[in-house]
């Protein structure tokens, strides 16, 4: 069964929390939205400044976080390191993001996920992340010089990869990885801070804030 919506892919779309182009998630999320009449339960916006040094890249959104709030990593378990350790560094405005209304503010720093749309049992096929890589690819683009993507395990750094034309297979992932893409454009990566991972202590929080401050201090070191 194809993604593709009506349209079909258009990677030069501009992101919308309208869109439907992968018929399946589409489907997927009016079915949640049945279930849950106050969820978001649509495409997510990414959330932060355009212009931003570090992108964050993560899967999709969770079920009862980003899906429930529309904003990126908001009310799930992942989000509890991930804000925590932003705002631990200077790159969020608190440690806690439970609501998308609350006042957290990221500083030189954006949250995104590889597919805006929650995908039933959190896996997205490879085709809704190809079609969905066109909003990825934008958002890298508009990336400022001496800038860092910060892939939240393999799915996203495939996905960062397939937004710059560039092999997987030159860029193994890897947790605590650096890979130069170009001279103004490093991707570093991590296993995602999710429930799973957290608990089963294969990504701990010192873990994780050892690849966020290398970023930090390898961005301050550039200016």
Known sequence: MTARGADGPDPHQSFSTTCR?????????AHIRAQYA????????????????????????????????????TGDYAGIL????????????Q??????????????CRVTNAVKCL????KPTADEVRICNGYLRDEIAALPDRAAILALGTVAHRAVLMALGLRVAAYPFAHG?????????????????SRYNTQTRRLTREMFR??????????????
């Open 21 to 29: 182009r992968c018929a399946r998630l589409a489907r997927h999320l």
């Open 38 to 73: 106050g969820y978001h339960a649509r495409p997510v916006a990414p959330f932060g400044p355009g212009r931003a040094r570090i992108l964050v890249v993560g899967l999709a959104p969770g079920k009862h976080g980003a899906n429930r709030t529309g904003r990126p990593f």
């Open 82 to 93: 991930l804000y925590e350790t932003l705002h631990r560094y200077g790159l969020a405005s």
């Open 95 to 108: 440690a806690m993001a439970i609501d998308a209304q609350d006042a957290m503010q990221l500083v030189d």
């Open 119 to 122: 995908p039933p049992e959190n």
């Open 177 to 193: 990885q650096r890979h130069a893409l170009r001279a103004s454009l490093a991707l570093y990566d991590s296993y995602h801070c």
């Open 210 to 223: 050892g690849v966020v401050a290398r970023i930090v201090a390898e961005l301050e070191g550039a200016r």
